[in-house]
């Protein structure tokens, strides 16, 4: 308290101080000669002191109204959390616990080929649950601020190669990556990128029709490893295009089955790597995700190997 | 033979039930243990094959355990750690863990890395020559040949498949591969790894994009299968 009203107090007596060095005589001194300006300054100095808390107390109360409105903010977004998460949780959820109440209640109710498919709901719901804890560990990770990435000598064909890979099972669209023989060794957290790669190519088979075409390309542009991601879908809506790199924001009218927190992983991922990262849509139709994570790079080219 | 008797250290006794009736129906015998000096008890008293060890155990750190146990222990410890805790999965393998599992893990994954670290603890005569499904490489003659054809290899890459083969099916870090081909001073080089790991894929691998020898593991090492 004293420390917020000490600079307005401050204020106020050096203000005081400056109209005497100015304005009363003898003019460019510190000195008054007579009873009348000494009247005249301190009737000056009161004025500005009580210029100067009532500006303080404006601002306290400006100060107050932002607060909550942060406070009302901050609701609605915890609110928005819970809704979006409790159904995201909560529907794997019953996925197993229904199959399982099935399954124990007997053998001869459910054909084999029921339980098969029964065991493989089971399944589904785990990877989906496992998916979901790890975006919600991820999210955590950079709002607590205690994401530090750890830089290392990555292969960014083989970390393109590796996360294609982990989509492969579930996958019904044509993930195109042309290995780029010329790239250099890029020093960045490979965790941290793969899980952007992964978050974006995952997003894209979300949100556009099977068989169509989602393309990778890496490239070494200007002291950066540039990751482009582009698909055949529908694209965003251009006044959409701001928002989607928000928390829990789900473009309207969209299927069920994301947390709205992908997208905002992969902004936050990039950001904590100094990277930048665009979304347009393509001429032709389709959206197109660039992101740009500067980065050292090697080419090792007098390695010895004999 | 008698069945191979695994102990189970972990405070979950949903896992422990989990791993119990997994390795039962698998021809194991087990023991379990829910804390970590309780741990270290049944393991000093009856000597297991292996050890499941879970690195989060509420009493005692499992890293102090892994430690403890090291000291007499020299059979396999693999750890169970939770997903993406590189740090801790590379601490535990410097300190001595056989190999380790992410949790959520999956069965046939559990039981292939078991079944690998048994047959080391067995198998500590020295094979000269490592057969790796399409891959025989002979370690004294220093040659590798794929499908019956001789591949042709650089001394430097033949010492990181030789290293690679004598570890079979286990997890080896980045900086343990660097120290041991490179020497202390370069074992945070990891670019050297990444160039040689590359030419040698292309060399060794049907399909060098998706390696079935040379398994990246993530922010850990390489496994060489």
């Known amino acids: 308290m ?31 000669d007579n009873t009348e300006d000494v009247l005249m300054f301190l009737l000056y100095f009161v004025i500005a002191l009580i210029n100067a808390v009532l500006t303080f107390k404006i601002r306290e109360a400006e ?40 399954l124990k209640e007997g053998k001869d109710k459910v054909s084999p080929r029921g339980q098969a498919e029964l065991l493989d709901e089971i399944e589904i719901a785990g990877n989906r649950l496992n998916r979901q804890v790890e975006n919600i560990l991820n999210m955590s990770r950079l709002e607590s601020g205690m994401l530090k990435p750890k830089s290392d000598w990555t292969d960014m064909n083989e970390l393109a190669n590796v996360t294609i890979q982990k989509l492969l099972p579930t996958n019904q669209h044509n993930l195109i990556f042309q290995e780029n023989d010329n790239l250099p060794l890029f020093k960045l957290d490979s965790g941290l990128t793969e899980q952007i790669l992964y978050n974006l190519l995952h997003n894209a088979t979300l949100y556009t029709p099977a068989d169509t075409n989602i393309e990778i390309d890496i490239k070494h542009k200007s002291e950066c490893c540039v990751i482009v991601v582009a698909d055949n879908g529908y694209g965003f809506p251009e006044k959409e295009i701001t928002l989607v790199f928000d928390k829990f924001y789900r473009l309207p009218n969209t299927k ?3 947390s709205g927190l992908g997208l905002s992983i992969v902004k936050g991922f990039t950001e904590a790597q100094n990277g930048i990262l665009k979304l347009e849509n393509k001429k032709e139709g389709g959206a197109k995700f660039t992101i740009e994570i500067p980065a050292e790079t090697s080419y090792l080219n007098n390695l010895k190997n004999e | 033979m008698s069945k191979a008797e695994i102990l189970i250290i972990d405070d979950e006794p949903q896992i422990r039930k989990l791993l119990e009736i997994t390795l039962e129906s698998n021809d194991y015998k087990v023991s379990q243990a829910e804390t970590g000096k309780d741990g270290l008890i049944k393991a000093a008293n009856h000597p297991p094959e292996l050890i499941l060890l879970d690195i989060g155990l509420p009493d005692k750190s499992g890293h102090e355990i ?54 080391r603890n067995q198998n ?13 490489i002979d370690l ?9 054809e001789l591949i042709k290899l650089t001394s430097t890459e033949f010492n990181i498949i030789s290293l690679f083969a004598r570890n079979e099916g286990r997890v080896l870090t980045h900086q343990f591969i660097l120290k041991d081909i490179w020497g202390v001073p370069y074992q945070t080089e990891t670019q050297y790894l990444r160039v040689f790991v590359g030419t040698l894929r292309k060399k060794i691998e049907e399909n060098p994009n998706n390696p079935k020898h040379i398994i990246t593991e993530s922010g850990v090492g390489y496994r060489f299968q």
């Not at chain 2, 500590?124 to 025989?136: I, P, Y």
């Not at chain 2, 004294?140 to 019956?148: F, P």
Request: hydrophobic fraction near 45%; charged fraction near 25%.
């Open chain 1, 2 to 32: 004293l420390f917020e009203i000490l600079p307005v107090l401050l204020a106020a007596v050096l203000s005081a101080v400056i109209w005497n060095f100015f304005f009363i005589p003898p003019l460019f001194t510190f000195n008054i």
């Open chain 2, 124 to 136: 500590t005569d020295d094979n000269s020559v490592v057969d790796a499904g399409d891959l025989q």
């Open chain 1, 256 to 258: 069920a089955g994301g």
């Open chain 2, 66 to 119: 892994l430690k403890e146990l090291r000291e007499w222990y020299n059979k396999a410890i693999i750890i169970l750690s939770v997903q993406n805790n590189e740090t801790d999965i590379v601490t535990a393998l410097d300190n001595g863990a056989t190999d380790y599992l992410a949790k959520p893990f999956r069965t046939a994954e559990l039981l292939a890395r078991i079944r690998s670290a048994i047959r």
């Open chain 2, 140 to 148: 004294v003659a220093r040659t590798l040949t794929k499908n019956n």
């Open chain 1, 63 to 102: 100060k107050k109204m932002r607060d909550k409105e942060e406070k009302e903010k901050e609701l609605k977004l915890y609110s928005t959390l819970l809704n979006s998460l409790s159904h995201e949780l909560r529907t794997p959820i019953a996925a197993i616990l229904g199959s399982v109440d099935i």
